[in-house]
């Protein structure tokens, strides 16, 4: 605190340097971030009656967590699973692909001096300004013309581009993967592409846990994309298909499900925070020793 | 193995021509690389925008079908009051949400590193949390909130007698800001705390020996240090504004009378070309945002850049 102190005592005495005003400010970041989950728990263990009726922020009424789930997983012939499978199915292909285009062209860049690496650079790097959702609809008119809307592929093909995880890995493997090591494999005859899997893989694996938790979050929660290229609920993934029940609530023919939207929200969200939660020590040093420096 | 016996050979020993061509594979191979990236790259991202800027030069009539029209749409897209609304409609947002965001997420970032709280890593997991939800079910849970059927709002009305109505015109914007604060606070607050991470302890150490308080390590060493990720985080930010959709879209069927078709020029194009059936003209209004967006990240990121060398 006051200069006159030693530095080094302070240091050691961890009680001198707890602070009132900081504990204050992130208790109440902690209660906006944590709230609308809170109530999303809560609620999620409502009738449909009593989310009407009860105070949105505590329990009430018969405890129906369990029936609500089983409305879920039920309701329209079991819609919901099929839109869990194909988020799935979107994720694995589209995030999994996404990350290993990235993580092939970032450790290009970053250790090979080719010619018009530049350029390329250039391209990607000004890619990453451009909206993602600015080339939805021009995808979605392209798509249509070659009969790929309303299938699948729609949704993957798109996703495959991730030109911020190639930057995240470009400069995640300018520091872990060090020059002179590579120089070693090649005197000791290794091949570029097994020096790469051998060797450069496993540094790099911070770095890509980072890019894929990234790609897999925006494969997960993509919306946009998949709402303007699917037709059939068949081939909904849990954002879309979680939107049009809650449209049927309001309208003409009203049929409102609030209990199974908001149950059905809660099962959306568990499997991404906890990969989060589970991966965090590998993605948070990939973001740190990727990190942008200035 | 030929190439093995070649590289291990000492260099006088091998002819000259191996070694051109070992050189030359080598000067290549960064190619091979980043080709199945840049394949993917021409196919769905290159060729949908080249796709979009020939599309914004025809139009389709009602009689005698679609014609090439030159940039006829682009003069319409100008003299469009209701892009303009649109448009001046994020900017506002813009204006407001991602400073208060940006502030909200430094001041996160700066505390978390600052090694002044009990359990650090527990508040930056916690923040950070909201990012992993998806847009949709964040913006079902506002929604929820803000209206009156689930209480929520109503019931802090009736406690504090107040009239807070998020969902009428004069709030929306308010309460959209606010959903997407709390949507990417904790994803910034993490950009920030990793470049927080990166700086070398040796400069720590001698603004100590200096004397020097924690606010003016915050003011010298830590927001310089910071300036890149905050460029970029604004960068996102402004793209991110622009392109508002998802919730807006989502909310529009508890706010029929706030949010109109053209509440933002993202939801107008995409209005115009799946409600309108104006494809042609959807299409010029995608790349009319695309260049404005990009013209105002470029400039942001040359201010950045600049303030950065001086």
Same mark, same amino acid.
């Given at each position: 605190?006051?200069?006159?102190?030693?530095?080094?005592?302070?240091?050691? !005495?961890?009680?001198?340097?707890?602070?009132?005003?900081?504990?204050?400010?992130?208790?109440?970041?902690?209660?906006?971030?944590?709230?609308?989950?809170?109530?999303?728990?809560?609620?999620?263990?409502?009738?449909?009656?009593?989310?009407?009726?009860?105070?949105?922020?505590?329990?009430?009424? !018969?405890?129906?967590?369990?029936?609500?789930?089983?409305?879920?997983?039920?309701? !329209?012939?079991?819609i919901?699973l099929h839109w869990l499978f194909n988020t799935l199915l979107y994720v694995v292909v589209g995030a999994g692909g996404a990350?290993i285009l990235?993580?092939?062209?970032?450790?290009?860049?970053?250790?090979?001096?080719?010619?018009?690496?530049?350029?390329?650079?250039?391209?990607?790097?000004?890619a990453?300004?451009v909206p993602g959702a600015a080339v939805a609809v021009p995808t979605f008119l392209m798509f249509s013309k070659l009969g790929l809307t309303n299938t699948p592929w729609a949704v993957i093909l798109p996703s495959l581009i991730s030109p911020?995880?190639?930057?995240?890995?470009?400069?995640?493997?300018? !520091?872990?993967?060090?020059?002179?090591?590579?120089?070693?494999?090649?005197?000791?005859?290794?091949?570029?592409?097994?020096?790469?899997?051998?060797?450069?893989?496993?540094?790099?694996?911070?770095?890509?846990?980072?890019?894929?938790?990234?790609a897999?979050?925006a494969t997960w929660n993509n919306y946009f994309l998949p709402l303007i290229m699917i037709n059939d609920p068949k081939w909904y993934p849990l954002t879309v298909g979680?939107s049009q029940?809650?449209a049927?609530?309001?309208?003409?023919?009203?049929?409102?499900?609030?209990?199974?939207?908001?149950?059905?929200?809660?099962?959306?969200?568990?499997?991404?925070?906890?990969?989060?939660?589970?991966?965090?020590?590998?993605?948070?040093?990939?973001?740190?020793?990727?990190?942008?420096?200035? | 193995?030929?190439?093995?016996?070649?590289?291990?050979?000492?260099?006088?020993?091998?002819?000259?021509?191996?070694?051109?061509?070992?050189?030359?594979?080598?000067?290549?191979?960064?190619?091979?690389?980043?080709t199945p990236f840049l394949l993917v790259f021409a196919a769905f991202l290159v060729a949908p925008l080249a796709y979009s800027v020939y599309l914004s030069l025809f139009q389709q009539k009602l009689?005698g079908g679609t014609s090439f029209?030159?940039?006829?749409n682009?003069?319409?897209?100008?003299?469009?009051?209701?892009?303009?609304?649109?448009?001046?409609?994020?900017?506002?947002?813009?204006?407001?949400?991602?400073?208060?965001?940006?502030?909200?997420?430094?001041?996160?970032?700066?505390?978390?590193?600052?090694?002044?709280?009990?359990?650090?890593?527990?508040?930056?997991?916690?923040?950070?949390?909201?990012?992993?939800?998806?847009?949709?079910?964040?913006?079902?849970?506002?929604?929820?909130?803000?209206?009156?059927?689930?209480?929520?709002?109503?019931?802090?009305?009736?406690?504090?007698?107040?009239?807070?109505?998020?969902?009428?015109?004069?709030?929306?914007?308010?309460?959209?800001?606010?959903?997407?604060?709390?949507?990417?606070?904790?994803?910034?607050?993490?950009?920030?705390?990793?470049?927080?991470?990166?700086?070398?302890?040796?400069?720590?150490?001698?603004?100590?020996?200096?004397?020097?308080?924690?606010?003016?390590?915050?003011?010298?060493?830590?927001?310089?240090?910071?300036?890149?990720?905050?460029?970029?985080?604004?960068?996102?930010?402004?793209?991110?504004?622009?392109?508002?959709f998802n919730?807006?879209n989502?909310?529009?069927?508890?706010?029929?009378?706030?949010?109109?078709?053209?509440?933002?020029?993202n939801l107008?194009a995409y209005n115009l070309s799946f409600a309108g059936q104006q494809i042609n003209y959807a299409a010029t209004v995608a790349i009319?945002?695309g260049?404005?967006?990009?013209?105002?990240?470029?400039?942001?990121?040359?201010?950045?850049?600049?303030?950065?060398?001086?």
């Amino acid at each position: 605190m006051s200069a006159s102190q030693p530095t080094r005592h302070l240091a050691r !005495d961890p009680r001198q340097r707890r602070s009132v005003v900081l504990t204050v400010a992130m208790v109440i970041f902690t209660v906006y971030s944590l709230m609308p989950l809170l109530w999303l728990i809560i609620n999620a263990t409502k009738t449909q009656g009593s989310l009407f009726s009860s105070f949105g922020l505590w329990f009430s009424g !018969d405890f129906s967590l369990w029936s609500n789930i089983v409305g879920t997983f039920t309701y !329209d012939n079991g819609i919901f699973l099929h839109w869990l499978f194909n988020t799935l199915l979107y994720v694995v292909v589209g995030a999994g692909g996404a990350t290993i285009l990235a993580t092939l062209g970032g450790y290009g860049l970053a250790k090979y001096n080719f010619p018009g690496r530049r350029g390329v650079f250039a391209v990607v790097l000004g890619a990453v300004a451009v909206p993602g959702a600015a080339v939805a609809v021009p995808t979605f008119l392209m798509f249509s013309k070659l009969g790929l809307t309303n299938t699948p592929w729609a949704v993957i093909l798109p996703s495959l581009i991730s030109p911020f995880g190639l930057y995240l890995v470009w400069t995640f493997a300018t !520091d872990a993967v060090p020059i002179e090591m590579l120089e070693a494999a090649r005197l000791d005859g290794a091949g570029e592409f097994r020096t790469f899997f051998t060797i450069s893989l496993k540094l790099l694996g911070p770095g890509i846990v980072t890019v894929a938790l990234f790609a897999i979050v925006a494969t997960w929660n993509n919306y946009f994309l998949p709402l303007i290229m699917i037709n059939d609920p068949k081939w909904y993934p849990l954002t879309v298909g979680l939107s049009q029940w809650t449209a049927q609530a309001t309208g003409a023919a009203a049929q409102p499900i609030y209990n199974l939207v908001i149950a059905g929200a809660l099962i959306t969200i568990l499997p991404i925070v906890i990969i989060f939660l589970l991966l965090q020590r590998y993605w948070q040093s990939g973001l740190s020793a990727g990190s942008v420096k200035g | 193995m030929a190439s093995m016996t070649v590289a291990a050979a000492p260099p006088e020993s091998g002819s000259s021509a191996e070694q051109a061509l070992r050189k030359d594979r080598k000067r290549w191979t960064g190619w091979l690389f980043i080709t199945p990236f840049l394949l993917v790259f021409a196919a769905f991202l290159v060729a949908p925008l080249a796709y979009s800027v020939y599309l914004s030069l025809f139009q389709q009539k009602l009689i005698g079908g679609t014609s090439f029209v030159g940039l006829d749409n682009y003069k319409a897209v100008f003299t469009d009051e209701k892009f303009w609304s649109a448009l001046r409609r994020v900017a506002i947002f813009l204006l407001v949400q991602v400073p208060i965001m940006t502030v909200l997420s430094l001041i996160a970032a700066l505390g978390i590193d600052s090694g002044r709280l009990r359990g650090p890593g527990s508040y930056r997991i916690l923040l950070f949390l909201p990012y992993a939800v998806p847009g949709v079910v964040a913006t079902l849970i506002w929604g929820f909130m803000y209206g009156d059927k689930f209480g929520l709002t109503a019931s802090i009305n009736d406690l504090l007698g107040t009239h807070i109505a998020p969902l009428v015109s004069s709030w929306i914007l308010l309460s959209i800001g606010n959903i997407v604060t709390w949507e990417f606070m904790g994803y910034n607050m993490l950009i920030f705390y990793s470049s927080l991470k990166v700086i070398p302890q040796e400069l720590y150490e001698a603004a100590e020996v200096d004397g020097a308080g924690a606010m003016s390590i915050v003011r010298h060493i830590k927001l310089p240090a910071l300036r890149g990720s905050i460029v970029i985080s604004i960068i996102f930010s402004i793209i991110g504004s622009f392109q508002l959709f998802n919730e807006p879209n989502l909310l529009q069927p508890l706010a029929p009378n706030a949010i109109t078709t053209n509440f933002t020029p993202n939801l107008y194009a995409y209005n115009l070309s799946f409600a309108g059936q104006q494809i042609n003209y959807a299409a010029t209004v995608a790349i009319v945002m695309g260049v404005i967006t990009a013209v105002i990240a470029y400039v942001v990121q040359l201010r950045g850049s600049r303030k950065e060398t001086m």
